[in-house]
């Protein structure tokens, strides 16, 4: 029995993952605030620990809030709002109805040997895939898959620039990893530095917008980066996302990461836009990054060329990868990573095709980090002036999970948590309010998302008491 199914007493709230491990050894939370969310502590069952790692994640931004002396005592994450904030894309609706979710050809596909996880959701992704088949646009898909091994179809669809990935057992990943670069063995890696002149933002001593007055760029995609970005505007950050107008995002997930943010459109290849983004990196106080690696580094955006323009920023990187990994620079979603790293096996029905998750917890997981990481590194750079840098990997969060050992402990039915219904510009939203009560009340975002890329890529002049 591999460690990922081993079974250990527990009893509710304990044993999560240690996902706070790398915050700890640098310092950035103190090694007395890892408190037990309340609440049941296993409800999906299955033969991974997926509410641990849930509870976990939500949990840091818990902590970290708490220690950055942002008054936000009394900030709590119980259960079964985590559950309910781990399915918000499942859950939400737009006028009744809910967003679309996988398109036809992202799925799992039997091949003549093996099994192969797809993603075309994105028409420049679902191109790629049918010109790496030698198909037209009315091509057989899952005709073409079952003449090609799963290797064969997986090295056809990412030399063409598409996404997709075999479906691997846990030890033919770890096989296939070791002749790669030495692993790293934590979560976050944090690298820090001395900061240069910074702006004066500082943690609000009380209110329910502890980061008041925060400006964070938002360079992120899909789920896990638009999620922490999210999650900063929840406690009043100035979060403005930014997108290539060539490569506009899918609406729905728009809608479903874009509460209480700005939306813009930058055309980072031109002199303009490069103006406009020094501009706004200047003035900023964080940056999230989540492209594949290598996409933003000719516009000027490398993690090195950004601490040395500007060392006063806090950066937070995501892959799907990790760059100790032969994979390195290759696309990647939630599904593909699972796919690939033997989730998808450990999920398989008896005799049947391979399975998922039952939430997209690889995402979700590493977004909610992505923020507890900002918000400590924040905190330490008012602390003591040092500046870091965070970076995560949806396949570093899939190694946390199938090495996490599974609770002996009985499953419980959460009870339905209510949802919250807002106006928008798409239509009424019926949607999963974000996973914190504070003073035993829930936290609601600050506002609908807005129009996607309707905003000027500037910062409000106004004070923070303004906004």
């Not at 997926?50 to 708490?66: F, H, P, T, W, Y």
């Not at 999620?227 to 900063?232: D, G, H, P, S, V």
């Not at 009985?410 to 948590?417: G, T």
């Not at 999963?432 to 506002?447: A, E, I, S």
Request: proline share 9%; net charge neutral; aromatic share 8%.
């Amino acid at each position: 029995m591999s460690r990922g199914t081993q079974l250990i007493p527990g009893s509710a709230g304990a044993g999560l993952p240690p996902l706070n491990a790398p915050f700890l050894a640098h310092g950035l939370l103190p090694s007395d605030v890892h408190s037990a969310p309340p609440g049941p502590r296993r409800w999906w069952a299955g033969p991974l620990d997926v509410e641990g790692l849930a509870l976990a994640a939500v949990q840091l931004c818990v902590q970290a809030l708490e220690c950055c002396g942002a008054g936000a005592h009394r900030l709590t994450a119980p259960a079964h709002r985590v559950a309910q904030a781990f399915n918000s894309f499942g859950l939400l609706r737009v006028d009744s109805q809910p967003i679309p979710g996988f398109a036809p050809h992202s799925g799992f596909f039997r091949c003549a040997e093996g099994w192969i996880r797809t993603h075309a959701n994105y028409p420049h992704h679902e191109q790629a895939l049918l010109r790496g088949l030698g198909l037209g646009t009315d091509g057989n898909v899952e005709q073409s898959l079952r003449e090609l091994t799963a290797l064969e179809a997986e090295q056809k669809i990412v030399n063409a620039g598409g996404v997709a990935a075999t479906v691997r057992t846990r030890n033919e990943w770890n096989t296939m990893i070791e002749r790669g670069s030495p692993s790293t063995p934590n979560w976050v890696e944090f690298d820090m530095a001395s900061g240069g002149p910074m702006r004066s933002w500082q943690p609000g001593p009380t209110g329910d917008a502890p980061l008041r007055g925060l400006r964070v760029l938002d360079f992120t995609r899909v789920l896990a980066g638009p999620t922490a970005a999210r999650t900063l505007a929840v406690f009043g950050a100035s979060v403005l996302r930014i997108d290539p107008p060539q490569l506009p995002e899918i609406i729905g997930q728009h809608i479903e990461t874009g509460f209480g943010k700005r939306s813009a459109t930058v055309d980072a290849g031109s002199r303009a836009g490069r103006r406009q983004l020094e501009d706004l990196l200047a003035k900023a106080d964080a940056v999230l990054l989540g492209y594949r690696p290598g996409a933003l580094e000719r516009h000027g955006l490398s993690v090195q060329g950004l601490r040395e323009r500007f060392p006063h920023l806090v950066l937070v990187t995501l892959d799907a990868w990790g760059d100790a990994n032969p994979w390195f620079g290759r696309r990647g979603f939630d599904s593909i990573v699972q796919a690939a790293t033997g989730i998808a096996e450990l999920y398989r029905a008896p005799g049947g095709a391979p399975g998922a998750l039952p939430v997209q917890a690889l995402d979700y997981a590493t977004g909610y980090g992505m923020a507890a990481a900002a918000i400590a590194l924040l905190t330490e750079r008012t602390r003591s002036g040092q500046c870091g840098v965070a970076h995560f990997a949806l396949a570093r969060t899939a190694r946390e999970l199938i090495d996490a050992p599974v609770p002996q402990v009985k499953a419980e039915r959460l009870p339905d948590a209510p949802l919250r219904s807002m106006p928008s510009p798409y239509g009424t939203l019926t949607y999963v309010p974000p996973p914190f009560n504070r003073r035993h009340r829930t936290v609601d975002y600050p506002g609908p998302p807005l129009v996607y890329g309707a905003d000027e890529p500037v910062w409000d002049t106004r004070e923070p008491s303004e906004v």
